[in-house]
Nanobody, 117 residues
Framework: QVRLVESGGGLVQPGGSLRLSCAAS????????MSWYRQAPGKERELVAR????????NYADAVKGRFSISRDNAKSTVYLQMNSLKPEDTAVYYC??????????WGQGTQVTVSS
């Protein structure tokens, strides 16, 4: 069964940090491009960060460059999003996404991140 399970969301004060994790199963993780998206209330889902298979590179939304970092552990079939210097505008539901080498894209159920004092 193809599955993505996010964890690590929560409530944090502005300037704080969180690390999101996304555990994958049911497909060849190491051959998949992995991404984090987010969706704030009333807004469209947007790409936050992406890490390509075989560690060929990453890219980030301009709004998070220099603050967020995406990484992957192929041995654990897990992708991470380290979020530093969080701002209230980072408040959203964060979704993990996989694009396997075979089959269509896969989405996780999402994890809420709230940045508020």
């Amino acid at each position: 069964q193809v599955r993505l399970v996010e964890s690590g969301g929560g409530l944090v004060q502005p300037g704080g940090s969180l690390r999101l994790s996304c555990a994958a199963s049911g497909f060849t993780f190491s051959q998949s491009t992995m991404s984090w998206y987010r969706q704030a209330p009333g807004k469209e889902r947007e790409l936050v960060a992406r890490i390509f298979r075989a560690f060929v590179g990453t890219n980030y939304a301009d709004a998070v460059k220099g603050r967020f970092s995406i990484s992957r552990d192929n041995a654990k079939s897990t992708v991470y999003l380290q979020m530093n210097s969080l701002k209230p505008e980072d408040t959203a539901v964060y979704y993990c996404n996989a694009v396997p080498i075979v089959g269509g894209p896969v989405w996780g159920q999402g994890t809420q991140v709230t940045v508020s004092s």
